[in-house]
Nanobody
């Protein structure tokens, strides 16, 4: 399975971006898809994740600003980012987990999001 992320870019504070991540290479669906981010000098952190059934969780720092969604028929996950802040600047990584024994974890290549003040 390959995860292909897109949609990053440069935006002013208060603006919006939409990230997309498409999974390809397998007919088996991915159970949980998520977005992580990593800012320079910081550890990678979970931003949001969503199950195949649509149940979503968010980091406190992005609640009420970001929305994660997925299209199971396309094995694609989206991250709508509104009211962006300079502290949202990071490389955003798409992640997928398939519930096998042990779990199979996939990572996308990352897309840069830069928010200017």
């Amino acid at each position: 399975v390959q995860l292909q992320a897109s949609g990053g870019g440069l935006v002013q504070a208060g603006g919006s971006l939409r990230l997309s991540c498409a999974a390809s290479g397998s007919s088996f669906s991915i159970n949980v898809m998520a977005w992580y981010r990593q800012a320079p000098g910081k550890q990678r952190e979970l931003v949001a994740r969503i199950s195949s059934g649509g149940s979503a969780n968010y980091a406190d720092s992005v609640k009420d600003r970001f929305t994660i969604s997925r299209d199971n028929s396309k094995n694609t996950v989206y991250l709508q980012m509104n009211s962006l802040k300079p502290e949202d600047t990071a490389v955003y990584y798409c992640n997928g987990v398939r519930w096998t024994l042990p779990n199979t974890i996939y990572w996308g290549q990352g897309t840069q999001v830069t928010v200017s003040s």
